[in-house]
Each structure stands twice: as C-alpha cells, then as structure tokens.
C-alpha cells in the first residue's frame, strides 16, 4: 500500500515538475476581489456577495444547498483557497462537478439517482467547522447527490485517525487553506499545509468548481451565517496524451484514437482508412492542407461504432483561415449537400451534427449562415456558440467536448459551455427548417451515429481523443 501511494506521489509529481504551466507559474485568480462577473449561482437561493474582497455566502431559510461557480469548468488542476466559515454552517468546495438545466436521472453502480432541474452533483471537499460535533472531516470528500462519503470511507481514509487529524489541523472561527490537486484519477487534498484526502476515482474527469452554503431547513435561528472564501486561484495542468489510466477505463472512457494507428476508423465512403490526406506523428492526427475543398482530398473519417448517449472530449489545433469540425449522429449513407442551396451533391461532407473549428476571423463561413451559427464552437448553421467564447489563439492547444444525454446536447469549448439544445423541440425543429438542412427528413434526431472528424481541405491537428458511452 506505501508502495502504491509512493508511486502514484511520483507520477503526480513528475507530471507537475514537466507542466510547461509550471515553469510560467501558471496561476490565475478565478476571482477578481471586486463583483461576481464569471460566477453563477446552481442550485439553491442563498445569499452571495462580495465585502472587502471576499465572497459572502449567507444562509436562508427553506432553501437547499446553494453552489456559487465559475462558468468554466475545469479537468486536471491544483485549486487554492482561503475560507473562513461559521461552525454551526456546513460548507464545501465541488470540483469535477456537473449541472443540468432540467431534471435528470443519474444511474450510479446499481442505484438511480433523479436530480431536480440546476442541481450541481459531484465531488465536494468538505468544510466541516463545527466545534459541538467535534469531527472535523474538512478536506475529505462527499460525493454530493451520488455516493456521499468517499474518504473517509469506500476509497480510503480511516474514520477515527481522520477525525483526530482533522482536529489538530483546523483553525475554528480563522481563516484556513484549502488546497486541491486532480491530475486524471488521483485526487488530492490539503487543509492548511497537512495532507487529508488521497486517492484514485474517475467517475468525474471534469467539470464544475463550487463554494457551497449548505441549505438549513426551515431553522431560521441559522439564518445569516456565513461562509467566506477568499485568495481563491487556479493552475490547469496538462495531462499526458493519448492514453488512459485504469481508473478511467473503470469509469467506462475509451481512446477513440490510440495515438499511432487508424484502428478504430475508416473513411465516411469506403470500409478503409483513407490513403492519403492524413497524418499520424508524436501522437498527432492530422488531416492536411488541399486546398481548402470539403472533402476533396482524404476526406472525412468516422468511427466504426455508432454512438447515442456519450461523453466526448478531444483536443484540437488549427492553422490559419482553417475549417473543421466534430460531427456526431453522422449517418454516412445519406448523401452531403451543397452548403448553400442544402441540395444533394455528390461532393461533399458527410451528413450530422456538427460542432464546428473554424477561424473565424479569417474564414469567410464566419460570416455566413445566421446569426454567427457558423462560427467555432456552434452547431453549425443551426446555433451560434454564445458570445463569452474564448477560444485560445491559432496554433494553440483547444478541447471541445460534446455530451449527449437523451436529447439533450451540449458543446463545451475549454471549460465554457457555448451550445446547448434538445433534439426533437420545437425549437430545434424551427430551427433546421432554417438551415441547410431543412430537406433532410427527421435532421439530428436520429438514435445513433458515428462520431466524424472533417476534412475540409485545411490543415486541423487532433489528439487526446476519448469518448464516455
């Protein structure tokens, strides 16, 4: 067990010790001491607010547990926080955290979980300052609205050495250090210089942070506590690529791409891996600049598994004037058709949704279509990715992600969620009947597809290429 721990301390800190972030310092302030621009509240209705370059949580009556969050969210990174928090309030901070608009059923192992609409759910290092109960379990993990107690408890974490811990490291009624370190499965804790939670899950690899108030029933003498959070930054670490720890695996993620072969996909036309047109070096795949033409040179390459209900994430970097895209649901057997008139061609694109890569400052499609619905980020020439974007700058590192649950769809583009919709409304309907799609019967509410990466005759870079059924 030392043995385990010991390595898994090294891997951790080789991968810190190799961050180019690291040698930059890296870090930046998700909070600017001032107002709440780039936060966002979920859940429940307590009081946030910004005093003397903190941020106030303040409980209210009949209410649930309330999360205030970065719009971003986050994969592999090191948190740091100072909190100060009344005893008799819980608190905690999420991380690799997730929200949906409406209610949603979770099945998790054997058990189903149904969340209300906007319950934040994930992982929590807990804040527990409450001197009466004299536990003192700050720094450990719950599992909020899924497993509850992980450490202490299933993954690690002897309960009665924990508490003992816990109350020689805490500063009741002070201002204490949060520190927490997720890098792929590992995640780790600090409270105030000492180590707490250590352990490998990978349910989450990605998602929300939050400062929770705790909900207090209807005890209104618990009215107007508060728990303040301040100094509260961040350094993103890049992980290794194309690979898959078993954790991950255990959680159910796959490579899409192995990093070196063409295992796995075939051209959108023909059984085989095109010929020409793509590239495959240091653990990048390439599609290569001809000219600017849709699917002229190599052509598209799908997946030869169809996918319906998934959780993709991929890394992508494009050249100048570039174009591109990430398409799911593809159904290859329908033929492409003309970007402008939406007849069938017999050159061209193979039909899906599709998140669409461009530089748009450079590429005339950035203009066309409606609205920007063609722009990075957007499900192209049907909605336009939301104007708080931030792509990072050519030939630079992106990711997108795309999660399908049901009809519900999502695309994410470094930790912001740009796009969001449901297949089958009557406001997706409106909207294909004013795409170029309109002609193609029952557009993007297929069951399943293949998921497609897009030759339009520029030069796109992709890796890091995973997929959750």
Known sequence: MKSSRFLRLAFITAILSASPLRAA????????GKNLDGWEQHSGEAKYFVQDGVIVGESVPDTGNSFLCPKETFGDFELELDYQVDGALNS??????????????NQVASKTIKLPADRLHGYQCEIDMDTKRN??????????????WLYPGPLGGETNQFTVQGRQVSKPGEWNHLRILCVGPAIKTWLNGEPRADFNDAMTLRGHIGLQVHGIGKDKAKAGLHAKFRNIRIREITPATNTLTAEEKAAGWKLLWDGQTSEGWRSAKAENFPARGWAMRDGVLTVEASGGGEATAGGDIITRERYSNFELVADFKITPGANSGIKYFVQPNLSPID????????VGSAIGCEFQILDDAR???AKLGR??????????????AAASKQPNPIGEWNTARILVQGNHVEHWLNGLKVVEYERGSAAFHDTVAQSK??????????????ILLQDHGNEVSFRNIKIRP
């Open 363 to 365: 590429h005339p499609d």
């Open 25 to 32: 310092d890296g870090w930046r302030d998700l909070f600017n």
């Open 437 to 450: 799609y309109k002609n193609i019967p029952s557009f993007g509410e297929w069951p399943d597809g293949h």
């Open 135 to 148: 536990r003192m379990w700050t720094a450990g993990i719950y599992d909020e609205m899924r497993r509850n």
């Open 339 to 346: 970007k402008q008139t939406g007849k069938p061609t017999i």
């Open 371 to 384: 609205d920007g619905n063609r722009t990075i980020g957007s499900l192209y020439d049907l909605i336009p």
């Open 92 to 105: 905690g901070v999420q991380f690799r955290s997730e929200v949906f608009p409406d209610a949603h059923t």
